[in-house]
């Protein structure tokens, strides 16, 4: 069991480590809608980061769901069903944090779901395919898992084993 002072470090480093870098970006647009809870709780990368890649920028055209798999939405609509079970997925990685806690964080979609359910969060101490990157994952589904200072995630697919499938192009 962690004491109180080890788990505010923890979570400090985790919020430090998944922020990326000390960047400074130029304020939103005022005119920005604001994010739902679903995608409040996921952390975002700043632009220009090197290992971020904005997801719309990620071409997910064409991606087939693996055989006998989930897809991503289907991985968030049979989330209570998946709980402790291993899940496979294919899909496009759209955000890498590497080395985190000794932990490689992914982001992965394949295009199905919407705001909220098309973006599936995945650790593995793997291999780290670079954005843009097809794989094909096998892991852990978990769920409520929140890690202090605002990054909680509903669903997270853990300890995966990542293979990648084809190397992003560009």
């Known amino acids: 069991m962690l004491n109180s002072k080890t788990g505010t470090t923890l979570a400090l480093a ?3 480590a ?12 005022a005119a920005k809608a ?22 719309a920028e990620v ?7 693996a055989e006998g798999g989930k ?9 209570d069903a998946l709980a402790g079970q291993k899940v496979t997925v294919r899909g496009k990685v759209v955000k890498v944090n590497a080395g985190i806690l000794g932990t490689n964080w992914l982001h992965v979609r394949d295009g199905s779901g919407a705001e909220g359910t098309n973006d599936l969060t995945v650790t593995t101490a793997g291999t780290v395919p ?3 990157d097809t794989v094909l994952l096998v892991g852990t589904v978990a769920l409520n898992k929140d890690f202090g200072m605002g990054y909680a995630y509903d669903v997270i697919v ?3 084993d990542v293979t990648v499938e084809a190397a992003d192009a560009n």
Request: include cysteine.
């Open 130 to 132: 670079n954005v843009g």
């Open 71 to 79: 897809t991503v939405a289907g991985v968030f609509a049979d989330k």
């Open 158 to 160: 853990e300890e995966a």
């Open 18 to 29: 998944l922020a990326g870098c000390s960047k400074k970006e130029p304020a939103a647009d």
């Open 14 to 16: 985790v919020l430090v």
């Open 59 to 65: 071409d997910l055209a064409g991606i087939a769901q």
């Open 34 to 55: 604001p994010e739902s809870p679903a995608t409040a709780a996921q952390p975002q990368m700043p632009a220009g980061h090197p290992s971020a890649k904005p997801a």
